[in-house]
């Protein structure tokens, strides 16, 4: 005898614009949109600089490029980071889906607000680009605070500290503040943004690390771990309200010797041979190097410009990081084997080479000024665009594995 059931597979999910893979999980829009925007910023300021255009509407060109660095492409990959992490680190969701296009809409929004800030009223411009980084706060803050994790509750003060931040950058240029704090929002973001990736950098690397080299090859010292992070929020607070103060250039001396230390005890030397581990390790130098640089700049030291210091910070600690542990977030989170490909090699040494060139020449080799920017630049958006041909079509498809996310 014969029994026939009827099939109960249910039919195939129809493909719709919300179920894409794509919006499957945060880092996947936001890594995308923040390659693509770290490969087009650069090129557009070489234009922009030495070719004297116009450019961010009131903000001026200066103020367009730091604020579309600090507000635009670092706070993408933050997102796209956040986003991915805290579902691990608290055991519960964070937006996807179509909540998630409408988060990445106000980033992309606040994006193009900007790039055409002269020719649409600034007042619009500012009212959407404001929206991103509170909505972004907020989706972060609801399941880090259901699920009751002090270790991770730092992170929405320092959120909403840089929405706050990129809120009075806009007054200034609307006249509501003093025009003077417009260059004081710049200030607490870069600050608040290093004060991030000290954070993460300092809790992923050396986990990143131990699973590749092997238990008992990292040492993690915790005061070293704790003095560093009191530091940088100590200069964070310093640099903000009193950037050339002898107490400010102190903690930056100390906050850039404390993270040097923390690298102290995490194996580096034995990561030369994995890609996807030394180019995190030579980010998070970048954030010693560059406080230790304000520090000395601040003492006027060795004739240590700020801008050395500042460039140290962002093209280097921020930009080697991103572009670092999105190569390495994006192929875990994606099912794949945590192996750099080739080219992503080469664009790991572009980034590291672009940021060196421009922290370091205009200081030690102030007449090659103007062609290590143009050099630097070109080395930036070529690491870029390899990021974008390799990372594309895998952030774009579902998880090798089937998993979702």
């Given at each position: 005898?014969?029994?026939?059931?009827?099939?109960?597979?249910?039919?195939?999910?129809?493909?719709?614009?919300?179920?894409?893979?794509?919006?499957a999980?945060?880092?996947?829009?936001?890594?995308?949109?923040?390659?693509?925007?770290a490969?087009?910023?650069?090129?557009?300021w070489?234009v922009?600089?030495?070719?004297?255009h116009a450019?961010?509407?009131?903000?001026?060109?200066?103020?367009?490029?730091?604020?579309?660095?600090?507000?635009?492409?670092?706070?993408?990959?933050?997102?796209?980071?956040?986003l991915?992490?805290?579902?691990?680190w608290?055991r519960?969701?964070?937006?996807?889906?179509?909540k998630?296009?409408i988060l990445f809409t106000?980033?992309?929004?606040g994006?193009?607000?900007?790039?055409m800030?002269?020719?649409?009223?600034?007042a619009?411009?500012a009212?959407?680009?404001?929206?991103f980084l509170p909505?972004?706060?907020t989706?972060?803050?609801?399941p880090?605070?259901?699920?009751?994790?002090?270790?991770?509750?730092?992170?929405?003060?320092?959120?909403?500290g840089?929405?706050t931040?990129n809120?009075?950058?806009h007054?200034a240029?609307?006249g509501?503040?003093?025009?003077?704090?417009?260059s004081l929002?710049?200030?607490a973001?870069l600050?608040?943004?290093?004060?991030?990736v000290?954070?993460?950098?300092?809790?992923?690397?050396?986990?990143f690390?131990?699973?590749?080299?092997?238990?008992?090859?990292?040492?993690?010292?915790?005061p070293?771990d704790?003095?560093?992070?009191?530091l940088?929020?100590?200069?964070?607070?310093?640099?903000?309200?009193w950037?050339?103060?002898?107490?400010t250039?102190a903690?930056?001396?100390?906050?850039?010797?404390?993270?040097?230390g923390r690298?102290?005890?995490?194996?580096?030397l034995?990561?030369?041979?994995v890609?996807?581990?030394?180019?995190?390790h030579a980010?998070?130098?970048?954030?010693g190097?560059g406080l230790v640089?304000?520090?000395?700049?601040?003492?006027q030291?060795?004739?240590v410009?700020?801008?050395a210091a500042?460039?140290g910070l962002?093209a280097?600690?921020?930009?080697?990081l991103?572009l670092?542990?999105?190569?390495?977030?994006?192929?875990?989170?994606?099912?794949?084997?945590l192996?750099a490909?080739?080219?992503?090699?080469?664009a790991f040494?572009?980034?590291?080479?672009?940021?060196?060139?421009?922290?370091?020449?205009?200081w030690l080799?102030?007449?090659?000024?103007g062609p290590?920017?143009t050099?630097s630049?070109?080395?930036w958006t070529?690491?870029?665009?390899?990021?974008?041909i390799?990372y594309?079509p895998?952030l774009?498809s579902?998880?090798?594995?089937?998993?979702?996310g």
């Amino acid at each position: 005898m014969q029994l026939n059931f009827p099939n109960t597979q249910t039919a195939e999910e129809p493909r719709t614009l919300a179920n894409a893979a794509v919006w499957a999980c945060g880092f996947r829009p936001f890594f995308l949109g923040g390659a693509a925007l770290a490969a087009l910023l650069i090129g557009a300021w070489l234009v922009v600089f030495f070719g004297g255009h116009a450019m961010g509407g009131p903000a001026g060109a200066v103020g367009w490029h730091a604020h579309e660095m600090l507000f635009g492409f670092v706070a993408a990959i933050i997102a796209g980071f956040l986003l991915t992490a805290v579902p691990k680190w608290t055991r519960t969701k964070t937006i996807t889906g179509p909540k998630l296009i409408i988060l990445f809409t106000l980033w992309l929004a606040g994006r193009a607000g900007l790039a055409m800030a002269g020719l649409i009223p600034y007042a619009a411009v500012a009212a959407v680009d404001v929206l991103f980084l509170p909505a972004l706060a907020t989706a972060i803050a609801v399941p880090i605070i259901r699920a009751r994790t002090p270790r991770n509750l730092g992170f929405i003060p320092l959120l909403f500290g840089l929405a706050t931040a990129n809120a009075i950058f806009h007054l200034a240029h609307l006249g509501v503040v003093e025009a003077h704090l417009a260059s004081l929002a710049l200030d607490a973001a870069l600050a608040i943004i290093v004060v991030i990736v000290a954070i993460i950098g300092g809790r992923v690397i050396p986990f990143f690390t131990v699973n590749k080299v092997g238990y008992g090859t990292v040492e993690r010292r915790r005061p070293v771990d704790i003095a560093a992070i009191i530091l940088s929020v100590a200069w964070l607070f310093s640099f903000i309200f009193w950037p050339t103060a002898t107490v400010t250039g102190a903690l930056a001396l100390g906050a850039g010797a404390a993270n040097l230390g923390r690298m102290y005890g995490w194996a580096t030397l034995k990561t030369k041979k994995v890609p996807l581990l030394w180019v995190l390790h030579a980010g998070y130098f970048f954030v010693g190097a560059g406080l230790v640089l304000y520090g000395l700049s601040v003492f006027q030291l060795f004739d240590v410009p700020r801008s050395a210091a500042l460039h140290g910070l962002t093209a280097g600690a921020m930009g080697i990081l991103c572009l670092g542990m999105m190569a390495r977030v994006s192929l875990g989170h994606t099912g794949r084997q945590l192996q750099a490909h080739p080219i992503m090699t080469v664009a790991f040494a572009l980034v590291v080479l672009a940021a060196t060139i421009r922290t370091f020449v205009p200081w030690l080799a102030p007449e090659f000024y103007g062609p290590s920017i143009t050099i630097s630049g070109v080395l930036w958006t070529a690491a870029w665009v390899l990021f974008l041909i390799i990372y594309v079509p895998i952030l774009l498809s579902p998880r090798a594995d089937g998993r979702p996310g």
